[in-house]
């Protein structure tokens, strides 16, 4: 329900970069991680962990708005804030009579949407539409229990109730007292089962205001967008999660609702459950709300490929800001062995005070206040490797892209020395340990490695590959990757600086 | 029948099996949340050892043997509250130049590479009442970890080189300070509610260039006491062994007298205003603001309900409902009541919204205070507020380490002992009345301080409905 979708992906990209490690950990994981596959399809995940009587709820969905098509750009999210609204049973007060004002307010809805397209629509049927959309939203009001999952959710405890949208998937995600668990299986299987898409229209405003203030009002959120949108020619990765403002306008019940019926099934589910519970109950439980569902038909693989980019792109984006810089090189995903490459690169110029970027942009030159590294936008499909800087007045973006690419040259030409790898190492098993401290963040971790490598056991293994990595390895894949001709760089500057 | 769903599902794990007996069991489950019986919650507070060396300083310690990691936080008893006003920017300055200007032996270079290949996390900061270090390492280099947070304590370095480049940040952050309309919002209205006073104050390239060096030394010479210092470690550590670290790194420091700061008066603003700050984009910023309430005042937990319902409760806040869910006009809508330590914290209402309704928005969150100042809350209303308190309560000790900070912090300020143990009963007892006098007090449509920040084009005119002076404020655009 958060606007957090980019975020959370650069987050997300950025755990998946930070998890690694040798064995100790993970097989302390892997001894606490029980796992059971329901008839259905649908994957559960259980941590016991008894310390606290609490529970941390994650369902995760393989889907996200990289499975979109143009013509439903933004749907994603969008279902994400309609499965919020209730089912027929949970958030109304009549289901059967507030059904024919649905169906009303959807086709005044569809029929006003599709003269607003039109260049010579008569103003006056647009606003007699508008108004007998409203007069039909304030008579549905008398059946609608507002806002009912979340009082559900609160009156007994819960805290953060929330759902994320990225590009890759779709998490719902609740913490409760652990006595409560049962309450989570009736409502989320309850929305999987039987939601109704009410207040659509409403909500749609509201994912317009969320845009204007996750990106149209936001300098670095505005700048990230305009970097995806331009590094990826063809591949949907390209597109904002929450869609430009004229996908949003014309989004409809009908796109949403297909949407969810194609995708929202349990062989597209995983579902995380850490905490102060029982895995055998948990496995009960969740037979018990969630087998009856029909098993549905898995997310299909994404077409578009992304052709291989043969010139640097160059582009600016004018925002009443001071200038900031971002570079993005296509590069792999996981589990291709480059992508393990890529996560030390990451760290060796980007995590921490000594890291190569940060001491010689901020503390040596003094040209930047900070530099940043990441994978993005996703995990599922090839993605970018990304380096963002803020520079210091009076210095330029133009400084700045030297000073990096000085760097790049050096991790180019020379090998990275063993005290080096071994910091780099050190730092990547400690944060994992970090990463698995709160039930939720683990819960997180689980539904998104199972939906994304088809095993949360991807931790394990990636440990083990990140500790074969060599020096030479470093040095072939930033000369194979981090060239001119396959890097696109975004200048963010108010127009003035021209 | 559920009984017999219940026990049987466990065994029945194969496709077809299970699928029979669930279409059977289906028609058994409940469909309302008020159907379910949930089984008692057994929780006690958690124990944390308390106790104090020899030479004063004040240790909380929990073990947690869960993942193989120690987390320590050291607190010195000062802050920033003293800060005189050409030198605001002090406090920032003096915790970045802590974490980063070397210690003991080691320069400001040694230091960073010592501690990233231990891979430990350490950072400092000053807040108005403390000072404050926190770090995160492996329990195997515990040892090390605590002689660093020994040298950062009793012989910190503040190299030159490290305050100047600190120094440089902030004033850079300074030239970025009106990129982002949520950020200039906040300055605005903190300046507006703590007009002449160190909690108001932002820095200017001034303040920032009188900080010396001697400030910083002066500030740790003059509050870094052990008896002035507090410790919370939480994680897998070895309770002796760790008594042991901590006397051989700290047990020579010689208790001394600390100079008492006392935090300067806080005069509310006496009437309401509008600040409006140009900037062009599609939607305003806009935040409602006065000054709130401290830790002692009697109606604090009326107040946790009364904010609760007005737009603390997310989607069950009266804000959110109004100004989101029913009428699309915003994506955010929320308000918090900061319970200040020592003084009035703020109270905050906002929400972000086109240009077009930005008047709507307002006069929607008007409208919603004034009446909780007019009316009793329904008994539903005051139910939701207060069970999502009590009964989310056992989230405040999920994590080892908020639980001995939460408590070092709650007996540094003093709060009754049974703070913790009573807040439930507390928020139980208020009543819709309650409620309603806590409005009274604290919500005053007259007094309070707007801050809008986007483009008035649409909605600049219409403003004088609200009936308060406006005051156009110039965004300086570096240069």
Sequence with gaps: MKQQNVLIIMLLVAILACFGGPAFASSTLEEKVFEHQFANGLQLLVVERHDTPVVSAYITIGVGSVHETSEMRGVAHLLEHMLFKGTKTLGTTDYQKEKSILEEIEKVGSKLDALRLQDDADPSRVAALEQGLATLQAEHKQYVVKDVFSRIYSENGGVGYNAFTSKDLTSYLISLPSNKLELWALIESDRMKNPVLREFYTERDVIREERRRSYDTNPPRRHYETLMANAFTVHPYRNPIIGWHSDIANLSPQKTREFLQKYYAPVNTVIALVGDVKAADAVALVERYFADIEPGTPVPVVAAAEPEQNGEKRITEIFDAEPRLAIAWHKPTMPHQDDYVFDLIDQILGSGRTSRLYRSLVEEQQLATSVSVYGAPGSRYPNLFVIEAVPRHPHTTDELETAIYAELDKLKNELVDETELNKVRNRLVTDQLRQLDSNSGLARLLTSYQSLADDWRYLATYTREIEKLSAEEIKAVANKYLTSANRTVVVLKREAAL | ?479
């Design chain 2, 1 to 479: 029948m559920m009984i017999f769903c219940r026990s049987f599902n466990r065994l029945l794990l194969g496709a077809v099996a299970a699928l029979m007996i669930l279409s059977g069991c289906a028609a058994s489950l409940p469909e309302y949340p008020d159907q379910l019986d949930y089984p008692e919650l057994t929780f006690h507070l958690p124990e944390v050892e308390t106790l104090v060396l020899a030479n004063g300083i004040q240790l909380y310690l929990k073990e947690d043997k869960e993942l193989p990691l120690v987390q320590m936080t050291a607190m010195i008893g000062s802050g920033s509250m003293t800060t005189p006003a050409e030198k605001i920017g002090f406090a920032d300055l003096f915790g970045n130049t802590w974490r980063a200007g070397g210690a003991g032996e080691r320069t400001p270079e040694e230091l960073d590479a010592y501690l990233d290949y231990l891979a430990a996390d350490l950072s400092a900061a000053m807040g108005p009442y403390t000072t404050q270090l926190e770090l995160s390492l492996r329990s195997e280099d515990l040892e090390q970890g605590v002689a660093v947070l020994g040298d950062l304590l009793l012989r910190p370095s503040f190299a030159e080189e490290r305050l100047e480049l600190e120094r440089l940040q902030a004033q850079e952050q300074l030239r970025r300070q009106n990129d982002n309309p949520g950020v200039i919002s906040r300055r605005l209205l903190m300046a507006a509610l703590y007009p002449n006073h160190y909690l108001g104050y932002s820095p200017t390239p001034e303040t920032l260039a009188a900080v010396t060096r001697q400030d910083l030394i002066d500030f740790q010479q003059r509050y870094f006491a052990p008896n002035n210092l507090w410790i919370a470690v939480s994680g897998d550590f070895d309770r002796e062994n760790l008594l042991k670290i901590l006397n051989d790194n700290f047990g020579a420091w010689p208790k001394r007298q600390v100079p008492q700061q006392q935090p300067p008066v806080v005069m509310r603003p006496e009437s309401g205003s509008i600040q409006l700050a140009v900037k062009d984009l599609p939607q305003t910023t806009i935040v409602i603001g006065d000054l709130g309430l401290t830790k002692d005042h009697p109606d604090q937990y009326a107040v946790r309900v009364l904010n609760y319902i007005l737009g603390g409760g997310g989607f069950n806040s009266r804000m959110m409902r109004e100004i989101r869910s029913n009428r699309g006009l915003a994506y955010s809508a929320y308000s918090y009541f900061q319970v200040g330590r020592r003084l009035p914290g703020p109270f905050v209402a906002g929400t972000e919204t086109k240009n077009a309704s930005v008047l709507p928005a307002i006069s929607l969150m008007r409208e919603i205070m004034a009446d909780l100042r007019n009316n009793p809350v329904n008994e539903d209303e005051l139910q939701l507020a207060k069970e999502s308190q009590i009964n989310s309560f056992v989230f405040g000790f999920e994590n080892t380490h908020a639980v001995v900070s939460q408590q070092m912090t709650l007996d540094f300020f003093d709060y009754p002992q049974d703070y913790l143990a009573r807040y439930r009963e507390h928020i139980a007892a208020v009543t819709a009345s309650d409620v309603q006098r806590a409005a009274r007090e604290f919500i005053n449509l007259s007094r309070q301080q707007i801050v809008l920040v986007g483009d008035p084009q649409e909605f600049g005119k219409e403003l004088v409905e609200l009936g308060l002076p406006i005051v156009e404020v110039e965004l300086d655009k570096p240069r």
